[in-house]
């Protein structure tokens, strides 16, 4: 689907396609050929594994700046702020998945963040393979059995790197309050009502949480609805719905944050995966 300029479309040369597969471990398929859009700082909930297939991507990890060139693979950890942008004049054409794997746990984050681009050709082509294997309904056994060696490939170049972090200090105040907010999506919290509960002034909250994860807590909470949005619009909801079970405003709050973060407009999304991918007897996209 070439995107348009207006309305329901992507910015001009722009195009955009997601889709969730039926494939254990897999949350979402997310395919963008970006001429200029800038992603801000968020974070999400599962593992961010991605490809660039044309031109090269920047961007900031933990406070620290990466590139993506086309042949290497990034593996971006949950709960980690990054951001994203063109790092060429002809933008970037990128193949991303959304994964929540056995293999990934939560005690390579650490290494994930100290080494996120891993030249790895075997592991590049695989990932690609995965890609090619979940654009068609029938080959999601052949994209199991791909995904479980991909996991397997990316515990084993994160597991040496694990016995170089010096020991980690208790993030306290920080992650209760990301606790808190984990538990509270769609409803949300005020920071009058966060430090109540945690026993701490509000300043200090979002002073405490942003050294901790590199972003506040509003961005945080934020990014954690727009991964709910993203998923209930696979589901089939339509956006307005959307807006209010994933704890936005109303239909233009949750649009002018998705476009921002995505480069397109949940309408466009949702009518994005290609036909090869839908479930039977669903309405291919427009």
Known sequence: MEAGSSGDAAAPGQRVAAWRPRVPGVVEVFHARFLEHAYPMHVHDVWTLLIVDDGAVRYDLDRREHGTPHDRVTLLPPHVPHNGSPATVHGFRKRVLYLDLPALDD???GAAVDGPDLADPLLRRRVGQVHTALAYRGDELEAESRLALIGERLRAHLRPR???RPPQGDPGV???LRELLDARVPKGLSLDEAAGLLHAHPAHLVRAFTAAYGIAPHQYLT??????ARRLLLDGLRPAEVAAEAGFYDQSHLNRHFKRLTGTTPGSYVRSAPATALRPGATPPA
Do not use: H, K
């Open 162 to 164: 694990l016995a170089d």
């Open 174 to 176: 920080a992650a209760e």
């Open 107 to 109: 005690s390579l984050i």
């Open 223 to 228: 990014s954690r609805r727009l991964d709910r």
